[in-house]
């Protein structure tokens, strides 16, 4: 055989090498996942799904919109969110944080002539302090039993029935300025504005008849007199409180501006037990013996005056003579009672309205209750939305179970987020949830008490009644401050019109 085609004999040093490379190699492709993963050997252009990284944010879901965060490269940034657990606020601190930012009326506040005010909060113009209770007798408990209400019913016959409603009662409830304290026992106690006690236990031939006298006296019945409580004396005088003269159309503690006129023309009562209209100078104006059958009549506002019959229909009339709405059918609402708030007279250009419609045979095809503007043409609302009352050019509206505030202007003040709310009054209405905590908020939004309190009481007579389930009551007055010289009973008028010529609800 020629030597070019024999085999050679390997090198032995060289294949021992060649077999030790392979077998390293393999090793080495066998370990790569794990070297990557480990972060040994990072590949720059692969982004993995999650971060090996330990983390205090694992299993949260929250939205990256929501916290500031971001989901990049396996790691959310939690921008100004902290990354510890989140925890409930402590409500007692919180309690203390909000009280520690009122102040406490003093003397020193009386001196500078701070004055007690049931007109309509403004941030400008009103402070609200707290009262000093150290020395007032106050309730332990926020409720010892319901108030039962009745209300009286109309129908198209004018016949009457009542039904009652059952309310909780706060065993400190302020009413026109006045603290009513209810004791365990059953008694009531009768105290001023600053907690000094009028009577520790009310006699039975003394009420509070929850109306005000032309000078707009709260008004108390004793015995079948009319008086109200002289503060310069400390006594009670005689009233001339004329429950169909001082009649202002809903059975509820009002405060002073509510239902008075805006303008020279006022109601009047004639010989003939009907009811007109004339001027403060005395010329008459509207409504004489002979040009309405009327009733009853309610006070001039927005140039408006509102009457009614005895089949209980409404009239809507102008200054100068005339039916000023033609084009619907009014009528009375079932009741006078605090649901009803925002009927019979307008503001900021707008009234609640009850409309009847009817077929050609007469017949009654329609019977519902909604809002008008001074021409009698209806304000756009929301759809499927409740109006629960009107005041303060404020209505409190209900979807299902949530309340919010719409502004008369036709903007939210709030949307309806919220299980629990009571209709504004003087400038303010207690909002928030009802098994939760209260607040109040003004006509701009904004709260004027932070609703960390168990319960609150609607502004009465610029009195305030708070409640905590472990601290027990607060009180607080709205004070208007001496520098403000505004006329708080006078409104602006002004409505945002829409191409219809009445306002609308966005």
Known sequence: MSAKFQNEAPDPEKLIIKRIGAALLLVFIASLPILIFSGIIKLPFISLPFDTKESNNTGSTADPDITGGTHETGSMSTGNVSTETATEPDPAEQLKSVLAGFEVFSSEFAEKGYLLSDGRYNQDEYKLMLIDTSAIVLPKAFTFGDDVREIVFRSDKNKENVQTVASVRPSLKPRMGFIFRENADGAMSLLRPD???????????????????????????????????????????????????????????????????????????????????????????????????????????????????????????????????????????????????????????????????????????????????????????????????????????????????????????????????QPFMEGLGVIGYKDGKKGMMDTSGNYAVPPVFDQITSCSGGVISLYDDLTGYYLIHKLLIPSSTADNSAVDNTVAENSDGESSAE
């Not at 007279?345 to 009817?358: D, P, Q, V």
Request: proline share 4%.
């Open 195 to 421: 907690g000094a006690v009028i009577y520790d236990q009310i006699p039975e031939n003394v009420s509070f008849v929850g109306a005000r006298d032309s000078s707009d006296n709260p008004v108390f019945q004793i015995d079948d007199k009319y008086c109200y409580y002289d503060f310069t004396s400390g006594s009670f005088v005689s009233s001339t409180y004329d429950p169909k003269l001082d009649y202002r159309g809903i059975e509820f503690d009002y405060p002073s501006y509510y239902g008075k006129p805006d303008s020279d023309v006022i109601r009047f009562h004639t010989s003939a037990n009907k009811w007109g209209y004339k001027k403060l100078d005395g010329t008459p104006c509207l409504g004489t013996d002979n040009n309405y059958g009327q009733i009853g009549a309610y006070e001039f506002r927005d140039e408006r005056g509102v009457i009614f019959m005895s089949n209980n229909s409404m009239e809507v009339v102008q200054r100068y003579g005339g039916i000023a709405i033609s084009n619907v059918s009014l009528y009375r609402p079932e009741h006078d009672g605090i649901e009803k708030l925002g009927f019979y007279m307008y503001e900021f250009g707008l009234m609640r309205a009850r409309i009847k419609k009817f077929n050609n045979k007469g017949e009654m095809i329609k019977d519902y209750e909604t809002v008008i503007g001074i021409s009698g043409a209806e304000f756009f609302l929301p759809a499927d939305y409740e109006i629960i009352s009107y005041s303060d050019g404020v209505f409190l509206m209900k979807k299902g179970d949530y309340y919010g505030y719409l502004s008369h202007t036709g903007k939210w003040i709030c949307k309806p987020v919220y299980t629990y709310a």
